[in-house]
């Protein structure tokens, strides 16, 4: 599985594209040495921790995640991930589109809790990944994923007109930082400078760096820059090259989508679609 890649021997990271569920993405992981800088999924990042011990930050706050632990996180998002303990830690995510789990319980969900302890479901967890992992038709796949996810949002998750925290809403909801963020997606393939974002928050440059910080619990920077992986990794998934990636996410070239593709998600572009399956034919471009 590309341990190759990492300075640590027994490291891996391994997505997969499964053909039986549109808006759903498996993947898999053993990390020891590497570090996730701060970044984003578009839709929800439901996992189990099966050894080892994870430390992450989400919304603000240090979370530790042993195994046995359900990491429940909500679309769009930041966070980090790094090793706790010298073993690093073993875990398996399922990525899901909102609009997915919209058409599979009825309503938005919304999980309250980043990491909860609870070994049964998570060792349930890992047994229907595994299984859902090797399904060869749509019948088997569709079938355990819907059973587990169903334990998971019914346990953990709670309906919800939005998918942040009351906390969240209202920061996120104020006129100006709702601009700055529509700002950010609407020219993520433009040089963006700090007074342009300071503008459509109506604020002096410090001021905006702090507000934006205290608000999104990273700096502006850090949130542009996960938007530009994140917008390159749905890219790369609809069989974009990635030169073509790295220039509609605003990323000077395709070594700097490398860079920061890598330290995002744990893979370069090239492997991400190799083991989804959308690596464009030589000589193709999109």
């Given at each position: 599985m590309m341990a190759g890649m990492f300075r640590h021997p027994s490291e891996f990271v391994t997505f997969k594209a499964t053909p039986h569920l549109p808006g759903v993405e498996m993947y898999s992981a053993h990390l020891v040495d590497h570090a996730f800088a701060p970044h984003v999924h578009d839709g929800y990042s439901l996992g189990a921790i099966e050894a080892g011990v994870e430390r992450f930050r989400y919304q603000g706050a240090d979370h530790l995640a042993p195994a046995g632990t359900l990491v429940l996180l909500n679309p769009d998002e930041l966070h980090t991930g790094q090793a706790e303990v010298d073993a690093g830690w073993t875990y398996q995510m399922l990525y899901i589109e909102p609009e997915t789990l919209r058409a599979m319980t009825g309503s938005d969900a919304f999980f309250p809790d980043a990491a909860t302890h609870d070994a049964a479901l998570a060792t349930a967890f890992r047994k229907t990944f595994r299984r859902m992992w090797s399904a060869s038709d749509d019948l088997a796949f569709v079938s355990d994923f819907t059973q587990l996810v169903d334990a998971i949002v019914t346990r953990y998750g709670r309906n919800a007109k939005a998918l942040r925290s009351p906390a969240a809403r209202e920061t996120r909801g104020t006129a100006g930082m709702r601009r700055v963020l529509d700002c950010i997606e609407a020219r993520l393939d433009e040089t963006l400078n700090v007074e342009t974002l300071a503008a459509e928050a109506d604020l002096s440059v410090f001021h905006f760096v702090r507000t934006f910080s205290a608000t999104f619990h990273v700096t502006p920077h850090?949130?542009?820059?996960?938007?530009?992986?994140?917008?390159?990794?749905?890219?790369?998934?609809?069989r974009a090259s990635p030169s073509d990636a790295a220039a509609a996410a605003g990323l000077t070239d395709q070594s700097h989508l490398n860079r920061w593709f890598k330290r995002t998600y744990g893979v370069t572009p090239a492997q991400y679609q190799q083991q989804i399956g959308t690596r464009p034919k030589p000589g193709t471009r999109r």
């Open positions: 850090q949130y542009l820059q996960a938007r530009r992986a994140a917008r390159a990794k749905s890219l790369l998934a609809q």
